[in-house]
């Protein structure tokens, strides 16, 4: 008997072991898939921070600090490279795996085969090719702080209510340092928490926990805040992340209606995992409030504000949405338990998930016959690929000392030239619109005075009269000719030493 419990208990362990090897096995199929320009430009920025460059005042980027600091938390383990951008896809992916089956095992009063069939659906759409969910963009880190917020909200163990309430305060604020929409997690589940709270604890311990969770937040983004103010930087910090932001959003309410529309609500990429898991997700959920189990009610309210959150940048990339991957993982598995509560033959609920796993690996494993590249092509077009080629081939015709501007977004220009930007606003899209157009033009003119670089990268055509383009047209460039003028013009500075490397060189081939 003792050896038959024993079995019992460490089955769940085992399979959730092998899941995390099929993780590990999944992403090392993508390792050397060309980088999309958000993990480029987190990798570049998080680099620059290690060799000494400010964040805010000299490198910007809209995000708030927490993806740059995990960035350069990585890199100093494994180095700046591939190895750091894999570490960090496994590592939140199974966090998530292991927040996915206990929320789903609790949602279900302690079942189980509901968190197995949970993680086993993470397992599969975690690197979800249509959501672009298998390189780590933030949305992976914030999947890996939330879920394991809502499983505190839901583990009707609240003796310790404080020390929990402190907890998911610190989860919560984590998430919020990749995204500050994270708040929205809290808010809606501290209402439900103050609405109906478990039975051991009354509505005014709910209302005091409720209090503690929103302090921990507060005092932690003050702690940032008094950080870049001590530092001279707060103005910086503030302009980029909440002024731009703010900008580069627009409407918020327009851009919540503008998320309850169908065609936002059930996006043509997700369809071949809403089908199977999210009906699923449906019909559990419509059982669970149906025999009102309030912890149905908590799951719903995080499902709302997923939902919110996607909508509220008013962007809605794919990548956006894989905040919703961890709802459907659970909502489907939760859902073959309450199925199996109200049919008399409970055997057809695992038959249902079953089909739902076969359903999506009919729609994943083609995938894994196409090559690295061929991953990206079919997320992003073919721009990616050739970044990376350029990327290596700059850094042929660079000297170690030597440095390029590219006036556009391809931080992966930089990240596979191994290249020092020449200034710290690598992306252009600030530069061309929002309130800090002028602030952030001067500092980039003034970064290309101090540093100037060899190398110019243009697209094709370049039109308007923007103050950096006034400048760079006011400099001296020879043209180069490259097999990537559909996306880039390469140029070099005029008297400077790539120009007379490449001179030398169409001598010495002429004399042949």
């Known amino acids: 008997m003792h050896s038959n419990s024993l079995v019992k208990q460490c089955f769940p362990l085992v399979i959730l072991m092998g899941l995390c090897l099929l993780i590990i096995l999944a992403r090392a199929h993508t390792y050397n898939e060309p980088l999309e320009r958000d993990i480029t430009g987190y990798a570049v920025i998080a680099h620059e921070m290690l060799n000494g460059r400010d964040l805010y ?63 086993i659906s993470w397992a599969i759409i975690s690197g979800n090719l249509g959501y672009q969910a298998n390189q780590p963009n933030v949305e992976v880190f914030m999947n890996a702080c939330l879920i394991w917020a809502l499983f505190l909200f839901i583990k009707d163990d609240w003796s310790s209510g404080y020390r929990k309430a402190i907890l998911i305060g610190l989860l919560v604020a984590l998430a919020s340092f990749y995204k500050q929409i994270a708040i929205v997690v809290p808010l809606l589940l501290g209402i439900v928490y103050i609405a109906i709270p478990p039975v051991t604890v009354k509505r005014r311990q709910a209302l005091i926990h409720v209090i503690v969770m929103g302090s921990i937040g507060a005092v932690l983004w003050m702690v940032v805040f008094g950080y870049f103010a001590f530092m001279g930087r707060f103005e910086a910090f503030y302009d980029v992340v909440f002024v731009y932001t703010q900008s580069y959003a627009g409407s918020l309410f327009d851009n919540l209606l503008t998320g309850l529309t169908l065609e936002r609500l059930f996006p043509q990429f997700a369809q071949p995992i809403i089908l199977p898991l999210g009906l699923l997700t449906l019909l559990g959920m419509v059982i669970g409030l149906l025999k009102k189990n309030r912890l149905w009610v908590y799951f719903l309210t995080y499902a709302i504000a997923v939902q919110i959150m996607v909508s509220l940048p008013g962007k809605f990339f794919p990548h956006y949405y894989q905040l919703w991957l961890p709802v459907f993982a659970v909502g489907a598995g939760a859902a073959v338990i309450e199925l199996r509560k109200v049919i008399k033959w409970q055997w057809i609920s695992h038959i249902v998930a079953m089909a ?27 721009l990616f690929v050739v970044s990376r080629n350029l990327g290596l081939e700059i850094n042929k015709l660079l000297k170690p000392d030597e440095t390029f501007y590219e006036w556009g977004a391809e931080t992966g220009l930089y990240y596979y030239s191994q290249r020092r930007p020449a200034t710290g606003v690598i992306f252009y899209y600030p530069l061309i619109q929002g309130p800090l157009t002028e602030k952030l033009s001067q500092r980039v003119i003034a970064d290309l005075e101090r540093n100037k670089p060899e190398l110019l990268i243009l697209p094709p055509q370049v039109q308007g009269n923007h103050p950096v383009i006034a400048w760079l047209s006011s400099q001296s460039w020879l043209h ?16 400077g030493k790539l120009e007379a490397r490449l001179l030398e060189q169409a001598r010495s081939n002429q004399s042949k």
């Open 57 to 119: 005042s000299d490198l910007m980027d809209l995000k708030a600090p927490g993806i740059f600091l995990t960035y350069a938390a990585m890199e100093l383990v494994t180095g700046y490279g591939l190895n750091s951008i894999y570490l960090l896809n496994i590592m939140a992916a199974i966090i998530t795996l292991f927040g996915v089956y206990f929320v789903a095992t609790t949602l279900t009063g302690g079942q189980r085969s509901a968190g197995l069939w949970a993680a």
């Open 356 to 382: 739902a796993i076969i359903i999506l690996l009919y729609h994943h494993l083609p995938l894994y016959k196409l090559s690295s590249d061929e991953w990206s092509t079919k997320k992003y077009g073919n």
């Open 480 to 495: 180069i000719k490259t097999n990537v003028a559909t996306y880039f013009s390469l140029y070099a500075r005029k008297g």
